[in-house]
Each structure stands twice: as structure tokens, then as C-alpha cells.
């Protein structure tokens, strides 16, 4: 579970469609957001592995049960052009459903990711104006999640002293 700079449990960030376009489309080079990108590169291994695990396994289904059916009416090439989208689409509901637990997996990085650019790593929301209380962390308005100020990049922190 997910928590914040006080120890408290915490929600983590969603993503946009935009941003999840961007993750789907896997072009990191292209993709403006600095969020998208440095997440990205964060949890490249662990997204990777579970699209490859989803497509492994629909692949060895669709040999054991569908091949058999389709094949006599459409031949091997179009058998082998299905098995090929029947596996990219398994490969990418399975990237789409485990996304968001290894985001879980991974919050240190992500919060990390969240906060240097300025937003709470909770709920997304931007960061500003904010009074750093006595324990030294920022409480986010939104959703009252608490970050060390030293974690929060591009802060224009009233009361800092
Ligand atoms: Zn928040």
C-alpha cells in the first residue's frame, strides 16, 4: 500500500487517457510528458514482462484450442496472422491491468517522479502556494497527502524560511 511522507496511506496518482495513450504506444522518445517518460523508464521491466507473460499464454491457448477450429477455414497464414492479434491484444490487457499495481510496486519511484515535477504523488494535483508545516512536509489541498518539501521540485513554498 501506497504512503505518504507521514507514514499515512496514500491513493497514487492516475494517470490521464493522454498519458496512458503515450504508455500504450511506448514511444518514450516521443512522448512530451516528463511524467510519462521518467515512469516509463522506471518501470520499463516489470510492464514489459507482464505484456510478453499475457501474449506467451494466449499464444499456447490459441495452439491448444482455437488453432484446430480455425485453421481448416481460413489456412495457415491467416491461423498465424489471428494467433498474432489474438497475442498483442492478451499482451496488451495484461500491461493495461497489472499497469497500475506495478505503479504500486514501484510507488518510491513514481512518488519520486510525481513530486520532482511539482505534483502530488496521491492525486496528481499541482503543488503550489503551500505552508510547510512544522514536520517540514507540505500537505496537498486536494487530498491531504504530506511530502517532505525537499521532495517537491519547482515549489514556490510561502513561509519557507
Ligand atoms: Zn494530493
Redesign the pocket.
Known amino acids: 500500500m501506497p504512503s505518504d511522507d507521514r507514514g499515512l496511506p496514500c491513493d497514487i496518482a492516475k494517470l490521464s487517457m493522454r498519458q496512458i495513450f503515450w504508455r500504450a504506444v511506448g514511444l518514450k522518445s516521443v512522448a512530451k510528458d516528463q511524467i510519462v517518460k521518467k515512469e516509463m523508464s522506471a518501470t520499463a521491466v516489470p510492464e514489459t514482462s507482464m505484456a510478453l507473460i499475457g501474449g506467451a499464454i494466449s499464444w499456447v491457448i490459441w495452439d491448444i484450442f482455437v488453432s484446430s477450429m480455425v485453421q481448416p477455414l481460413v489456412g495457415d497464414l491467416i491461423n498465424l496472422l489471428l494467433q498474432v492479434a489474438f497475442a498483442i491484444v492478451v499482451a496488451m490487457c495484461f500491461w493495461f491491468v497489472f499497469l497500475n499495481q506495478i505503479r504500486r510496486w514501484r510507488f518510491s519511484q513514481i512518488s519520486e517522479i510525481f513530486l520532482t515535477e511539482g505534483y ?1 504523488a ?4 499541482l503543488l503550489e502556494d503551500l505552508i510547510v508545516e512544522p514536520d517540514g512536509c507540505v500537505v ?1 489541498p ?4 504530506a511530502w517532505k518539501k525537499e521532495r517537491v521540485g519547482n515549489l514556490p513554498i510561502s513561509g519557507d524560511s
Open positions: 502530488c496521491a492525486c496528481g494535483y496537498c486536494e487530498c491531504n497527502g
